[in-house]
């Protein structure tokens, strides 16, 4: 069963903004965003633990905002300033305790993905 529903994909140009959103279908404690690119690992981007402080990868710092909305269960990432490296299938993932790390096997529930392009 699909639990997560990711959506506000799409091409850009390099400085443009998009707004993923991830749907889920109850509460979960930790929530989370990851990307693949082609020929690449599954890497995570930023994730949020209710009540918590947001954590970045280095990469989409001052850049990406995440944050949720329990009241709709729904996830938001925001991303500003992008660019071409940030091209990739973005997953929403979470799970019902712990949000220590982006180990992907420790996330239960996952999304199918929306795709970001960012072209130069």
């Known amino acids: 069963q699909v639990d997560l529903v990711e959506s506000g994909g799409g091409s850009v140009q390099a400085g443009g903004s998009l707004r993923l959103s991830c749907v889920a279908d109850g509460y979960r404690f930790c929530m989370a965003w990851f990307r693949q690119a082609p020929g690449k690992e599954r890497e995570g981007v930023a994730r949020?633990?209710?009540?918590?402080?947001?954590i970045y990868a280095e990469s989409v710092k001052g850049r990406f905002t995440i944050s949720r909305d329990n009241a709709k269960n729904t996830l938001y990432l925001q991303m500003d300033s992008l660019k071409p490296e940030d091209s990739a299938l973005y997953y929403c993932?979470?799970?019902?305790?712990?949000?220590?790390?982006?180990?992907?096997?420790?996330?239960?529930?996952w999304g199918q993905g929306t795709q970001v392009n960012v072209s130069s």
């Open positions: 993932a979470a799970r019902n305790t712990g949000c220590f790390s982006w180990y992907v096997t420790d996330f239960y529930d």
């Open positions: 949020l633990a209710d009540g918590d402080i947001p």
